[in-house]
């Protein structure tokens, strides 16, 4: 399962890019918000950063200026995929911007009809948002499933890419079901590593090496 990081602060992707934990990076107008920064200026950082696909979304609402904006962004880096809403004039820039050899990713998926469209509009990345559907008491893991077993019926060759990832039980879950790529906030990656069990073995271990005098260095 590929890992991309669902931020746009640089310091907290070069910590998971150095560890290898970083396969690609995920921003939306929110995160650019929460950044402080200018969309352009940051993603052109982040992208020097990251080898890996890095998406960018696109703000206006119709085809034509979407595809404008997508442009754009995709000039900002090789490795840019321009990120278009689910919405008609979305799949319209999609088929257009992936006809020219750009990386799209359609977000804001909450249907699997809609992933369908978007893989025949020739998506690269569908992002399906787990976490808004949780939050209005909708699985969001069978949308997972769905959309898993509808690109597999029919090859499709869209990659799924879990968005709106919010705990640690969604990266699992994704991971069982098959998601190509899920993307998460730096918190719910680091989260991943802690277990109370660890915590406790360590804790014991600390000890008796206390108690045993032990020194390595
Ligand atoms: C994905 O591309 C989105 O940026 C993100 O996963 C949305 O997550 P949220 O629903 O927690 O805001």
């Known amino acids: 399962m590929k890992f991309f990081v669902d931020t746009a602060e640089i310091d907290a992707i070069r910590e998971l890019n150095d560890l290898g934990m970083v396969d690609g990076v995920t921003t939306n107008p929110s995160l650019i918000l929460k950044s402080g920064r200018d969309?352009?200026?940051v993603t052109k950082e982040i992208c020097d950063l990251v080898s890996g696909p890095v998406s960018a979304e696109v703000i206006a609402t119709e085809a034509d200026v979407m595809i404008a904006e997508?442009?754009?962004?995709?000039?900002i880096a090789p490795n840019i995929a321009v990120k278009v809403p689910l919405t008609w004039d979305g799949l319209k820039a999609c088929k257009v911007l992936t006809g020219e050899?750009?990386?799209?990713?359609?977000?804001?998926?909450?249907?699997?009809n809609?992933?369908?469209l978007a893989a025949k509009a020739g998506a690269t990345f569908i992002s399906p948002f787990i976490g808004r559907l949780d939050d209005i008491n909708i699985d969001g893991m069978d949308?997972?499933?769905?959309?898993?077993?509808i690109y597999d019926n029919y090859g499709f060759e869209t990659q799924i890419l879990a968005a709106s990832i919010r705990t640690v039980n969604h990266v699992?879950?994704?991971a069982r079901i098959g998601a190509d790529v899920m993307t998460a906030p730096p918190s719910v990656i680091k989260a991943m590593a802690s277990?109370?069990?660890?915590?406790?073995g360590l804790d014991t271990f600390l000890k008796d090496a206390a108690k045993a005098g032990i020194r390595i260095l």
């Not at 277990?195 to 406790?200: A, N, W």
């Open 143 to 149: 949308l997972i499933a769905d959309i898993r077993t």
């Open 172 to 174: 699992l879950e994704s």
């Open 195 to 200: 277990h109370p069990l660890t915590d406790k």
């Open 114 to 116: 809609q992933a369908l």
């Open 39 to 41: 969309i352009l200026e």
């Open 70 to 75: 997508g442009r754009k962004l995709a000039a």
């Open 101 to 112: 050899g750009h990386m799209v990713n359609v977000t804001l998926c909450f249907s699997a």
